[in-house]
């Protein structure tokens, strides 16, 4: 009999529907322990805006020092970030991002076949599965801004610190290579029944070099650098500029298997990207360093949906599966992407935002009936 792994697992709902959709992720890895050899134990942890107003910090020490000492991994739900400057506030997913070194953001933006044409399961035919990896310490997210008088004493300027390092570009270019080698390695011919050859991996590099030559060049040039490695031999790189990449992006998604960018441009393109798909509530994402990983679903805390019964639970779920993938749970994550690609697949249980009229708790018991 297989010696069973216990997992404590840090849950951090934050604002608004994180509070619906965080508890919708947590039932979802209890239900594995039935079929697989995994036994869960989860802390309930602090942050966000309404944790700012409560205590006067959005990212309680307690909440970090407990992911560091106790947690094997963690699930964030939402943030409410002020659209205008809140004296003492930031924003609690960016700092914890960078206490925990979390560099890589991985968004799976997937497609279902044969769903509700809101879920997007193909383009011109085409199915839709890449991911997108974001750097996530650095870029323009470093928050280094300052407003002065401006010198021609017309008005006020505000500039912003854009920070690339080689040490970041280098680490997030080899992220994406292994990410592209084990997609490469998961694929079959059974994807392919048209008989199509498996497509080799490939990772598109995407940057501004072409204005930014220094910032954007630098990244340009490690990732480069990092991709021709021996050990990425089998891995075909492509660059593309960023604004011809949200083009192409949206005109030949089914072209591109990982996609790899800057903190501010992968942001943009992982929440454009889930125009494809029908919307970010079926977008999970992982937060991933060497030692850790914290799953994070893309949309955002959506107030105006909060206690209504209607949020999409998939990605939050989906986010869970993210994280149980870079734990080295393979096999557990598969149970769930499965689970959830089946209703979407049949498209009767689907929450509003894809068309459907089901409830939260509804389409979480409905992917539970399946795992």
Known sequence: MASRRALRIG?????????EVIPAARMALE??????????????????????EETGT???ATTVDALKAECSGALFGAVSSPSSP????????????????????????KAVEN?????????????????????????LYVKEERTFPAADGRGQVAEAIKRISSHASWRIANMAGLIAQ?????????????????????????????????TDGLFR??????????????????????????????RQPSHYDVIVAPNLYGDILSDGAAALV?????????????????????????????????????????????????????EAAGKIHKAVDENLMEAKVLSPDLGGQSGTMNVVEDILQRL
Do not use: W
């Not at 849950?11 to 509070?19: A, C, Q, S, T, W």
């Not at 004296?87 to 609690?92: I, M, V």
């Not at 990732?223 to 790189?237: C, F, G, I």
């Open 86 to 109: 809140v004296t003492g506030y930031s924003s609690p997913i960016v700092a914890l991002r960078k206490k925990l070194d979390l560099y890589a953001n991985v968004r799976p933006v």
């Open 11 to 19: 849950l951090i709902p934050g604002d608004g529907i994180g509070r």
């Open 31 to 52: 239900a594995l322990t039935t079929s697989c050899p995994l036994d869960f134990t989860f802390t309930n942890l602090s942050a966000g805006y309404g944790t700012f």
């Open 182 to 214: 084990r997609r490469s390695s998961l694929r079959t011919t059974s994807a392919h029944p048209t008989g199509e050859p498996l497509r080799k991996p490939l990772v598109t590099v995407t940057h501004k070099s072409n204005v930014l030559s220094q």
């Open 58 to 60: 959005a990212l309680p």
């Open 278 to 330: 029908g919307s970010l509530g079926v977008v999970p994402s992982a937060n991933v360093g060497d030692g850790f990983v914290m799953g994070e679903p893309c949309h955002g805390s959506a107030p105006d949906i909060e206690g209504k019964d209607i949020a999409n639970p998939v990605a939050a779920i989906r986010s869970a599966a993210c994280m149980l993938e870079f734990l080295g749970e393979t």
């Open 115 to 139: 769903s509700k044409s809101t879920n997007g399961s193909s383009h011109a035919g085409k199915p839709i599965d890449l991911v997108i990896v974001r750097e996530n310490t650095e870029d």
């Open 221 to 250: 040039s490690t990732a480069r650098e990092a991709l021709s490695q021996s050990k990425y031999k089998d891995v075909e790189v492509e660059e593309q500029i960023v604004d011809s990449m949200v083009y192409k992006l949206f």
